[in-house]
């Protein structure tokens, strides 16, 4: 049992490891293309500084409708920055998007791919506690927020073995039996601790096959609590 739990510890960790390496990688990809993408684009002044050139090198360009062909260039090239400017925020504020949303993508693709694992090891193993909750004053115990009436004798047992198992210690019959009746389990018959634990079973049992298997619908009868489609008889 150990190794098993060392095996799924170590298991989350891997997990973890691999999250944050991929969302590390997104985050590299993405801000690598963005700069490539910023580099690419021209400058915005480059153009003003085209015009600027004409106007140093043509110096013989005195008529006006000349002049007022370099002005109307010099607002076109301002025109022109402003709008690389816009695209520039443009492309930030989707590759930001694009980042957000395959990082949710990354996310939620390994917690399907846990979930999946988690089915398959449900279906594997059948019932699967989650969760354990004794009541003594009820006389119940609930497993997995199902509620399950127990006698006084199984409540006992029950009790003795949970705080067995939380001090990850294995009882005999004879000292399952001494610690209920309060006797050494020297003194105690190994087959009266058996008998304890095989009335534990009948009890529990058969109210959690009454609840997840074999229905008791009031004054109707009985039925299966299973999906039709899932049963084959050979």
Same mark, same amino acid.
């Given at each position: ?34 700069? !490539?993408? &910023?580099?690419? #684009?021209?400058?915005? %002044?480059?153009?003003? @500084? *085209?015009? /600027? +050139?004409?106007? =140093? ?49 990354? !996310?939620? &693709?390994?917690? #399907?791919?846990?979930? %999946?694992?988690?089915? @398959? *090891?449900? /279906? +594997?193993?059948? =019932? ?62 190994? @087959? ?41 008889v050979i």
């Amino acid at each position: 049992m150990q190794d098993l739990t060392t095996s799924a510890s170590d298991m989350r960790r891997f997990g973890g490891r691999f999250v944050g390496g991929g969302l590390a990688a997104i985050v590299v990809v993405l801000a690598v293309g963005l700069g !490539v993408l &910023l580099w690419a #684009l021209p400058d915005g %002044n480059l153009f003003n @500084a *085209q015009v /600027e +050139r004409i106007f =140093i090198e043509n110096d013989d360009l005195t008529s006006a409708s000349e002049i007022k062909l370099l002005e109307i260039l010099a607002q076109s090239g301002t025109a022109f920055s402003d709008t690389l400017a816009s695209y520039r925020i443009v492309i930030s504020v989707l590759l930001v998007f694009a980042t957000a949303m395959l990082i949710a993508a990354l !996310v939620f &693709l390994i917690m #399907l791919i846990g979930f %999946n694992r988690r089915m @398959a *090891q449900i /279906e +594997r193993v059948g =019932i699967q506690v989650n969760s354990l909750l004794i009541s003594r004053e009820e006389n119940t115990v609930y497993l997995n927020n199902l509620g399950f009436k127990l006698t006084g004798a199984a409540m006992e047992t029950m009790s003795v073995l949970a705080e067995a198992r939380m001090d990850d210690d294995v009882l005999s019959g004879s000292e399952i039996e001494g610690m209920i009746s309060g006797r050494n389990a020297a003194d105690c018959d190994e @087959a009266a601790g058996a008998t304890r634990i095989k009335r534990l079973r009948d009890t529990l049992g058969n109210q959690i096959v009454s609840e997840l298997l074999v229905k008791n619908i009031a004054r109707r009868g009985y039925m299966l609590a299973i999906d039709k489609d899932v049963i084959k008889v050979i």
